[in-house]
Nanobody, 126 residues
Framework: QVQLVESGGGLVPPGESLRLSCQAS????????MGWFRQAPGKEREFVAG????????IYADSTEGRFTMSRDNAKNTVDLKMNSLKTGDTAVYYCAASNRLITSTQRRASAYHYWGRGTQVTVSS
């Protein structure tokens, strides 16, 4: 029902920054909880950051908190992920995800999100 399109990925050296964006369709964007996940080859999809539909304080994975910042703009139907001090371990495909029925205890689980973008590649390498 809702379509998500990520953008902003690319190749950057360690220590640099990138900003990812997710553009969502639909009239009820503000009712969706949004998440960022990432998946590297041979690894499970892991939680990066999440934010509820009405905003509030985002939550982060331990590996990204303090370096990454998630935000949303309900007037534009967008969510962003600013990534600072990138490490080679951040290399992955990054996915935007949405859920219109989510409780706080499941916010870090990929299975709690029912709508996904196609992903954008982030490669951190010198």
């Amino acid at each position: 029902q809702v379509q998500l399109v990520e953008s902003g990925g690319g190749l950057v050296p360690p220590g640099e920054s990138l900003r990812l964006s997710c553009q969502a369709s639909g009239q009820a964007f503000r009712t969706y909880s949004m998440g960022w996940f990432r998946q590297a080859p041979g690894k499970e999809r892991e939680f990066v950051a999440g934010i509820k539909g009405n905003g509030g304080r985002p939550i982060y994975a331990d590996s990204t908190e303090g370096r990454f910042t998630m935000s949303r703009d309900n007037a534009k139907n967008t969510v962003d992920l600013k990534m600072n001090s990138l490490k080679t371990g951040d290399t992955a495909v990054y996915y935007c995800a949405a859920s219109n029925r989510l409780i706080t205890s499941t916010q870090r689980r990929a299975s709690a999100y029912h709508y996904w973008g196609r992903g954008t590649q982030v490669t951190v390498s010198s």
